[in-house]
C-alpha cells in the first residue's frame, strides 16, 4: 500500500475506526499523529469489542506495528489501562507498539487544569472539552515546561512531577479548585515509569527506516478538520493538527514520502461539545439522525449534536488536506428520510455569498446555510454489498456530494458490519 494519511473531515467522529481497520490490513506500520486519549475507537472484530483511546487499532491485527508518533499527547496512565485491557483479551502489545521519546505526555495536574479551566469559564466560551487534559498538556509543550515519554528515563523525572504538581496547586488554589496530593502522584508515575520503559523507542528513525525499508506506512489521525488548532473553528477546537499536515510533523516522516490523503467524511454532520454548527438540527429530524447513527461520544458518551452534510465543511476539508480519496460513512443513516437537504453555501444576512469556510466566526454567526434538496431513496442499504446494488437515489446522493466537494470515492460505508465496507479504488 502507498503511504497514506487518513484524516477526518468534519467534527471528528467521522466512523475513521473502521476505515482504518480497512486500510490497516494492507499497511505494515500505522502511526497515530496528534490528539491524545480524547479520541475513542470502538473496534469490533471477531466478536469482541475493543475499546482504544491512544494505541493504534492496529494492534488487533497480528504482526502489524503501532506507533505512537511525537505529535500525540500521551496520558501514561490511561495508556498502561489500554495495554492491560488489551493484554487481559489476549492481545499482547510488547514488542510491536513503540512510543516516541518526544512524544509529550499528559499528567495528572493537566486533567486538573483542563476541569478548572472549563468550570470558570462563562457559558458562552465553554469548549465542552472531553477532559482529558489535551489543552493543558499540548500548551506545556508549546510553552516549553511539557514533560516527554523520554523523561520517563531520567532520574529527575520524580522531581519534576514534584515541582509540577506543587505549581499547579497553586494555580488550582487560586482558582478555587481542588488541589492534588504530590505525594500520591510521585507514587504513581514511579511505577508508570518501569511499566511503560519497554515501550520508549526513537520512532522518528524508526518509521524512515520502516519507509526506506519499503514498508508501507498508514498515519492515522484523530478528531477531524474542523477541529483542528489552526484550520477549525477556533476557540472551539481541540489542541493539535489533526489535518494532513500534522502527520508529517507528527510523526518525522517527510511531505515526500506521502503518497496519498485520505479524508473520513459522514453523509451527514455531526459535532460533539460547543461551537458553530451551520447546518446543525435541533428539530426531530435531528434526533431521527443521533438515534439511528447511535451518535453519542465514545469517549464521554455524550450526545452528538447531528445536521445536514455541509458541501462548504467539505470542500474546505478536501483543501486543507489535498484529499485524494474520500471514504463516506453512514449512509444508510439516511435510509429513511424522505427529502435530504445539503448544504451547497452560506449566505451572510447582507446577500454575501461564502463557498469556503469563514475564519471569522462573528461572521459565521451571521450566516445561512444554502440547501438544495434530494429525494432520499426510503429503502434499507445496510444489507448491500455492491455500490451498484444500492437504490439509484442514494447514489445519486453520493455522487453529488462527491461532484460539490471534489475528489474520488474511493470507500463507501453503510452499515456497521466489515461487508458493508464498498471499496472503490482503496
Ligand atoms: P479536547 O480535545 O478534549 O480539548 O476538546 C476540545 C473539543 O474537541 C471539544 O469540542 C471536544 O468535544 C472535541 N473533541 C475532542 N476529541 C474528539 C473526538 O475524538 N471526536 C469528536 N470531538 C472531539
Redesign the pocket.
Known amino acids: 500500500m502507498p503511504n497514506t494519511i487518513l484524516v477526518g473531515a468534519q467534527?471528528?467522529?467521522e466512523g475513521k475506526g473502521k476505515v482504518i481497520d480497512v486500510l490497516t490490513s494492507q499497511a505494515d506500520v500505522i502511526v497515530r499523529y496528534q490528539?491524545g486519549s480524547?479520541?475513542?475507537h470502538t473496534v469490533i472484530t471477531g466478536g469482541k469489542k475493543y475499546v482504544l483511546h491512544l494505541i493504534p487499532s492496529g494492534i488487533l491485527h497480528p504482526g502489524k506495528q503501532c506507533v505512537i508518533g511525537n505529535g500525540a499527547v500521551m496520558d501514561p496512565l490511561d495508556l498502561i489501562k489500554e495495554i492491560e485491557s488489551l493484554r487481559a483479551q489476549g492481545i499482547e502489545p510488547s514488542g510491536r507498539l513503540f512510543i516516541s521519546t518526544r512524544t509529550h505526555m499528559v499528567m495528572q495536574w493537566h486533567r486538573a487544569l483542563?476541569a478548572a479551566d472549563e468550570a470558570r469559564r462563562s457559558s458562552d466560551k465553554k469548549?465542552?472539552?472531553?477532559?482529558?487534559g489535551?489543552?493543558p498538556a499540548y500548551g506545556a509543550k508549546v510553552g516549553r515546561s511539557g514533560l516527554r515519554v523520554g523523561d520517563l528515563l531520567s532520574p529527575d523525572f520524580l522531581g519534576e512531577v514534584k515541582a509540577a504538581t506543587e505549581s499547579t496547586n497553586a494555580i488550582l488554589t487560586s482558582w478555587g479548585a481542588p488541589t492534588l496530593d504530590v505525594q500520591s502522584l510521585v507514587d504513581i508515575y514511579r511505577q508508570a515509569a518501569i511499566t511503560l520503559k519497554p515501550y520508549i523507542a526513537d520512532t522518528v528513525a524508526y518509521v524512515n527506516e520502516a519507509d526506506r525499508a519499503g514498508k508501507s506506512i498508514l498515519l492515522e489521525g484523530?478528531?477531524?478538520t474542523m477541529?483542528d488548532i489552526d484550520f477549525g473553528t477556533y476557540p472551539?477546537?481541540?489542541?493539535s493538527n489533526p489535518t494532513s499536515g500534522g502527520a508529517c510533523t507528527g510523526s518525522g516522516l517527510p511531505p515526500r514520502r506521502i503518497d496519498r490523503v485520505v479524508g473520513v467524511i459522514k453523509c451527514y454532520t455531526t459535532r460533539?461539545?460547543?461551537?458553530p454548527f451551520p447546518t446543525e438540527l435541533t428539530d426531530a429530524t435531528g434526533e431521527q439522525l443521533r438515534q439511528k447513527g447511535g451518535e453519542f461520544?465514545a469517549?464521554t458518551g455524550r450526545p452528538r449534536r447531528c445536521g445536514w452534510f455541509d458541501a462548504v465543511v467539505g470542500r474546505y476539508a478536501a483543501m486543507v488536506n489535498g484529499v485524494d480519496f474520500w471514504a463516506m460513512t453512514k449512509l444508510d443513516v439516511l435510509d429513511d428520510q424522505p427529502v435530504i437537504k445539503i448544504c451547497t453555501a452560506y449566505e451572510r444576512d447582507d446577500g454575501v455569498r461564502y463557498e469556503t469556510f469563514p475564519s471569522d466566526l462573528s461572521v459565521l454567526a451571521r450566516c445561512k446555510p444554502v440547501y438544495e434538496e434530494m429525494p432520499g431513496w426510503m429503502t434499507p442499504t445496510s444489507q448491500t454489498t455492491r455500490y451498484e446494488d444500492l437504490p439509484l437515489k442514494a447514489r445519486a446522493y453520493v455522487e453529488r456530494l462527491v461532484a460539490l466537494i471534489g475528489g474520488r470515492l474511493g470507500i463507501l460505508s453503510v452499515g456497521p458490519a466489515r461487508e458493508t465496507t464498498l471499496r472503490m479504488g482503496l
Open positions: 467534527w471528528g467522529d490528539g480524547n479520541a475513542g483542563d469548549i465542552g472539552t472531553t477532559g482529558r489535551i489543552g484523530a478528531q477531524g477541529l472551539f477546537v481541540t489542541s460533539v461539545g460547543a461551537g461520544g469517549t
